[in-house]
């Protein structure tokens, strides 16, 4: 996985984190699950990267 690849999926972690935690704050149900969305967005990026990995060191 590309450092700027991990660095983007972390990035868009951080960013619904903020997010559902301003919406926790707020009482704003919309800006929570965009939040969580993000995080699963995130995490599905990770996921996929690390596939990418899984297979090129088989390749490799």
Request: charged share 40%; glycine share 6%; no cysteine.
């Amino acid at each position: 996985m590309s450092m700027k690849d991990r660095a983007k999926a972390t990035a868009k972690n951080v960013e619904g984190k903020l997010q559902e935690v301003a919406g926790n704050i707020t009482g704003d149900p919309k800006a929570q699950a965009e939040g969580k969305a993000k995080q699963a967005e995130a995490k599905i990026r990770h996921t996929t990267e690390d596939v990418k990995d899984e297979v090129k060191k088989v390749v490799d």
